[in-house]
């Protein structure tokens, strides 16, 4: 959680067009950027960035030192590629960004993206390092893109000029599968000096690595306690009320196959419950509707997806029972139910009483139309059924 | 004269400002972090003579130093070894933040040149009059006695009064009798 101010040099050298990094050494670079900027704000919200770019026309600030993630992000778009990168300029010009930061108290820090071959001599460069570790600024370098020969030495010249107890880093990336975003979080650009990572970069390294994160839902309760009591609520609220809507389904089911009479109370019964959203209803419906229309077929998938509901509720399970116990006897009573749902009127009618569900939906006509088509053989299925059926007993 | 007669002892009612230095601001730059700050301010460490302050990445040094309460600042003593111990050094009263690249933007309340017998631990008296009502004092160590590449100092101690600010901490509850 230290507290930093820190500029990001990006290379917009004609070398970034390169697609070696997908989907281009500009837009990997851009990536990286932005979770770097997210990271330095999250470990402590005092944290300021500012972004430059070296090449094009001159090293020029898109944005000064500022906490406003917002700012920071917006200034990425419509960069435009081309020219050389001056990778001494653009320190220099970092470092005095630096220096008229608003709160002195920050520690200064460079982030540099080094892209394109490094036209500078070592003893610039070094006496370039030697500047910036007088006036107590640490330095990253994210070499990355061409390989010439002699960038690498000379990066690891500049690095060893402005290196004072390990505080600053350098990174050698080459193109590969991987983003360049998701190899820069496991380092210690992203990780800080040993502190052991922030809850951002840790979090969000986990999932990049496709893992298993180590909070749940991605977000660490320290840094952001609001936002992850509110997930876990929503995630809580939605389970309840997919626990409900099973439950309905099961008990739809077994009355079901009890008579087809109560077909009207159960459907006004549920009208009349009223849940809140429209959308909540339509899906309810749409669940009821398609697991009426496929009886037969889908009642083992029914059973395995009631058993694990009613495993949490007895009620339930009682229905469950009733259900099964039901569906072995009457068959028959489906295809009745299958014809009165095929009643296209019957059904328009029961929507029109469901609050919140427009019968001309075109989702809900399409639902009513595969019943329709499908009320058809799944009579024929029943009325098999039924004499085989008689015939056993 | 009288100047080197009061030069060579510690006026009597001048005391070490050691205990009115605000620890929590202070700063150097360009210092070794293996030979930091500390070792040449601190009681103790200041009399070891083993441990130094040392420059890191050339021979120029700049020390922050903020007081709790407002000083007067009569003499200072700077004490190092005959080759790289401190030569010029310039003093700038109440200014905050400097950097190496503003030590030449504006004059310095006071310039000093050690001698040898300074850096023996003999008092240098400053300009009094520019030091009257000091809340920070800004040390910029310019170069060394011989050129070289790192300057080391074993001690600064700084000689002065302190003008009458409340001590709020002084401040006693009246009783009701």
Redesign the interface.
Same mark, same amino acid.
């Given at each position: 959680m230290v507290l930093e101010a820190t500029m990001i040099c990006i290379d917009n050298s004609e070398w970034m067009r390169n697609g070696d990094y997908g989907p281009s050494r500009f837009q990997a670079q851009a990536d990286a950027v932005n979770l770097i900027c997210g990271a330095k704000t999250q470990s402590n919200p005092e944290n300021t960035v500012g972004v430059l770019t070296m090449a094009g026309k001159g090293v020029r600030v898109l944005v000064t030192p500022t906490s406003d993630l917002g700012k920071i992000l917006a200034c990425m778009h419509g960069l435009e590629i081309g020219g050389e990168m001056n990778l001494a300029a653009g320190i220099q010009v970092a470092q005095l960004a630096l220096?008229h930061r608003q709160n002195?108290k920050q520690q200064q820090r460079i982030i540099v993206f080094a892209g394109s071959p490094v036209k500078h001599e070592k003893k610039t460069l070094e006496m370039i390092g030697?500047?910036l570790?007088?006036?107590?600024v640490t330095l990253d370098i994210v070499n990355f893109g061409e390989d010439d020969e002699g960038k690498t030495e000379k990066l690891e010249a500049l690095l060893a000029?402005v290196n004072?107890?390990d505080t600053s880093h350098i990174v050698h990336i080459p193109a590969g599968p991987n983003a360049l975003s998701d190899i820069l979080l496991s380092t210690p650009i992203f990780t800080g000096d040993g502190e052991g990572g922030s809850g951002f970069a840790a979090s969000a390294a986990a999932a990049a690595a496709g893992g298993i994160s180590g909070f749940e839902f991605g977000v660490d309760p320290n840094l952001d306690p609001e936002l992850a009591l509110a997930l876990r609520v929503s995630m809580e609220e939605e389970r309840a009320r997919q626990e409900a809507a099973a439950k309905k389904a099961a008990e739809e089911s077994s009355k079901q196959e009890k008579g087809g009479e109560e077909q009207d109370a159960t459907m006004t019964e549920r009208a009349s419950e009223g849940a809140s959203e429209a959308d909540n209803k339509k899906n309810e419906f749409l669940a009821l509707a398609m697991s009426m229309d496929e009886p037969a077929s889908s009642q083992d998938l029914q059973d395995t997806e009631m058993s694990d509901a009613a495993a949490e509720d007895p009620e339930l399970a009682l229905a469950l029972q009733l259900s099964v116990q039901d569906s072995a006897k009457d068959s028959s009573s489906q295809a009745d139910m299958s014809k009165l749902l095929a009643d296209q009127s019957f059904v328009s009618s029961i929507l029109a009483s469901l609050p919140g569900v427009d019968p001309n939906d075109p989702s809900v006509k399409e639902v009513l139309a595969s019943m329709q088509s499908q009320s058809e053989p799944q009579q024929k299925q029943d009325e098999d059924k039924a004499p085989k059926e008689e015939d056993k007993k | 004269m009288s100047a080197a007669e009061s030069a060579t002892a510690i006026h009597r009612n001048q005391v070490d400002l050691l205990d009115f230095i605000d620890w929590s601001g202070v700063e150097c730059?360009?210092q070794s @972090?293996s030979h930091p700050l500390p070792n040449a301010l601190k009681q103790g460490y200041r009399e070891d003579e083993g441990l130094n302050l040392e420059s890191?990445?050339?021979e120029?040094l700049l020390i922050y130093i903020p007081f709790t309460q407002v000083i007067k600042l009569h003499s200072i003593v700077v004490m190092g070894s005959e080759e790289d111990g401190p030569k010029t050094v310039k003093l700038f009263a109440n200014r905050?933040?400097m950097?190496? @690249?503003n030590v030449s933007d504006f004059p310095p309340s006071d310039t000093v040149v050690l001698s040898q017998d300074n850096l023996k631990g003999k008092p240098v008296v400053v300009k009094y009059v520019k030091f009257q009502n000091v809340r920070s004092l800004t040390i910029f160590i310019e170069d060394n006695q011989s050129g070289l590449e790192i300057t080391k100092v074993q001690k600064i101690a700084l000689y002065g009064s302190t003008v009458e600010t409340t001590d709020m901490k002084g401040l006693k509850k009246i009783e009701d009798h």
């Open positions: 220096k002195k030697k500047k570790k007088k006036n107590s000029a004072n107890n | 730059l360009n @972090s890191d990445a050339d120029q905050e933040h950097g190496f @690249s």
